[in-house]
């Protein structure tokens, strides 16, 4: 006990001597957002940062991810400290970028902060020679399930075949050897606490295309078919099966139409939607999807349209793993207080950390240091030394409690875990969810 908290202490008197550096970079994040699989600034920045700092280094993966390896020297459990990449797309946010819109909305510079926090403390050689293992500091991108008609250009390309990008590390063959993972989020719960535990529903995204026929909207809209029109009566259907949602699935599906015709003298010929079904659980999210999927065909079959439903795999709900909880709860209230360690509940949103929580013991707890509503234009990361710094530490502690004394913890986190399903199964599985059909009148 007394060495490990030596190891402690020496972790979090080295990262106080770079805690400006280290909430500089967020910042500059913060000012350079780009959307998934778009983050090509901010993956350079995280690289040079790690290769500046003596870490292995690996770039390109997944497109832009990164990955940073410290490797002690002696067997041990193989860690993954994860952050994310990524921005939303959100107009008006006081830190959009002019051109594309992208905004740091979520708080993922906050969460790169926090994994660089872990790597400057555990680098410190007094540190790492007390412990066993591996550490992968995973950069990944994609993780805001956004723009699916690029995504899906990305697709058809080849050059990806998941829409997240913790899905793309998983398929690439990055946690095959991973025995514990962990990744902090910022959140909105009470301000100045650490949030742990809770869970996290699972998603599908849909695009949908409804083709109609182009005539003059004035003139002649007896010789056309309106996309718009059937579009319209997808969406009222979808809202008619609203009371056969269980609340306890949780279920949330809250299309937005991206193309809604040409021109307005012109009856719109292609319109175009994307959607989630978002539900706690598989069983619900399939049966929502053939809710869903029945409503826009009943809008294309009233209007006499065309539509195309294209499914792809999303998220899978996320459970996180208690006796690693444990181990973080612990750490974080020697930072904090114990009064100020919060526990969370469910929430219906959706992260691919729920992925990784199918196959690895996972955490994913929130620095609540943010003001505004998540996901808008004024969510604002106020406290930076609890979003990057104290929440660093306590994933850095964490790790050292996993991986000290030859990793005696960390086996048995590990040991103890009864993953839902094999990374082979999760392939398929994820595979299965997608389709692509063309409903004709």
């Not at 459990?77 to 107009?91: K, N, R, W, Y």
Request: one cysteine or more.
């Amino acid at each position: 006990m007394a060495e490990r908290a030596n190891l402690k202490s020496s972790f979090s008197s080295e990262i106080n001597k770079r805690s400006d550096e280290l909430e500089r970079i967020a910042r500059d994040i913060l000012d350079h957002p780009e959307s998934g699989y778009k983050e090509v600034r901010t993956a350079k920045l995280v690289a040079d940062w790690f290769m500046d700092s003596g870490f292995d280094v690996q770039t390109g993966i997944a497109k832009t991810g990164v990955i940073a390896t410290l490797n002690t020297g002696r067997p041990g459990p193989h860690i993954a400290v994860m952050g994310e990449l990524d921005s939303l797309i959100v107009p008006g946010h006081p830190h959009a970028d002019s051109v594309t819109n992208a905004a740091h909305a979520c708080g993922h510079h906050a969460q790169i902060g926090s994994m660089l926090t872990v790597a400057s403390g555990l680098v410190e050689t007094s540190v790492k020679d007390g412990l066993a293992g591996r550490i992968s500091f995973m950069a990944t991108p994609a993780e805001e399930y956004i723009e699916l008609e690029y995504r899906e250009s990305l697709l058809a390309n080849g050059e990806i075949e998941f829409f997240g990008g913790k899905q793309e590390f998983i398929k690439l063959g990055l946690f095959d050897d991973v025995d514990i993972a962990m990744l902090t989020h910022t959140g909105g719960e009470t301000t100045g606490t650490i949030g742990v535990g809770g869970s996290n529903n699972g998603m599908i995204g849909k695009t949908v295309q409804y083709i109609g026929k182009a005539a003059h909207a004035g003139g002649s809209p007896h010789l056309g078919v309106n996309a718009l029109n059937a579009a319209h009566l997808g969406l009222a259907a979808i809202h008619a099966q609203r009371e056969t949602f269980r609340d306890s699935d949780t279920v949330r599906v809250h299309p937005i139409i991206t193309n809604g015709g040409s021109v307005v003298n012109s009856v719109p010929s292609d319109v175009r939607i994307e959607t989630y079904v978002r539900a706690s659980n598989v069983p619900a999210i399939l049966n929502t999807s053939e809710k869903v999927d029945r409503a826009f065909r009943a809008g294309a079959l009233a209007t006499g349209a065309e539509v195309r439903i294209t499914t792809n795999p999303g998220y899978l709900p996320a459970k996180y793993d208690d006796r690693l909880t444990e181990i973080y709860r612990h750490n974080a209230a020697s930072l904090i207080g114990d009064d100020n360690v919060i526990q969370l509940n469910h929430s219906s949103g959706c992260t691919d950390m729920g992925d990784v929580s199918q196959i690895v013991p996972t955490i994913q707890p929130t620095a609540n240091a943010t003001s505004g509503n998540g996901h808008g234009i004024d969510y604002i990361v106020n406290n930076y030394d609890l979003a990057v710094i104290k929440s660093g530490k306590a994933m850095g502690m964490t790790v050292i409690d996993l991986l000290a004394d030859n990793g005696e913890k960390g086996r048995k986190v590990s040991g103890s875990f009864n993953a839902p399903m094999a990374i082979s199964e999760y392939l398929a599985r994820m595979r299965g969810f997608r389709s692509d059909v063309t409903y004709s009148k």
